[in-house]
């Protein structure tokens, strides 16, 4: 089992940079392709960001250029460098992570979840 905790989210003003992490324990994720989705306020999780194992990355179209996904294999944590941020970002921030290899874009090709860090951008 894979167990995923993310952290870094809070208030902000628009135009503020956040950092989120999300780090694994229980089983080393390093070989793991790696996720990060959100959900807003009235609205099903949607995805962000991944990273697979070797470093290959895809974006949602509406963070390209301002979000960079990134990972420290040797501390089995991923990050997502947000900045930019829009009131539009403002949602639950998830962690995910997958056996499988490749850039998984749907809900369904992830494995283990986190519990989600709140991200609030103010206008």
């Known amino acids: 089992q894979v167990q995923l905790v993310e952290s870094g989210g809070g208030l902000v003003q628009a135009g503020i940079s956040l950092r989120l992490s999300c780090a694994a324990s229980?089983?080393?994720?390093?070989?793991?392709?790696m996720g990060w989705f959100r959900q807003a306020p009235g609205k099903e999780r949607e995805f962000v960001a991944t990273i697979t194992w070797t470093g290959l990355t895809y974006y949602t179209d509406s963070v390209k250029g301002r979000f960079t996904i990134s990972r420290e294999n040797a501390k089995d944590t991923v990050y997502l460098q947000m900045n930019s941020l829009k009131p539009e970002d403002t949602a639950v921030y998830y962690c995910?992570?997958?056996?499988?290899?490749?850039?998984?874009?749907?809900?369904?090709?992830?494995?283990?979840w986190g519990q989600g860090t709140q991200v609030t951008v103010s206008s």
């Open positions: 229980g089983r080393t994720v390093s070989r793991y392709g």
């Open positions: 995910a992570a997958r056996g499988a290899y490749g850039l998984g874009r749907s809900e369904s090709q992830y494995d283990y």
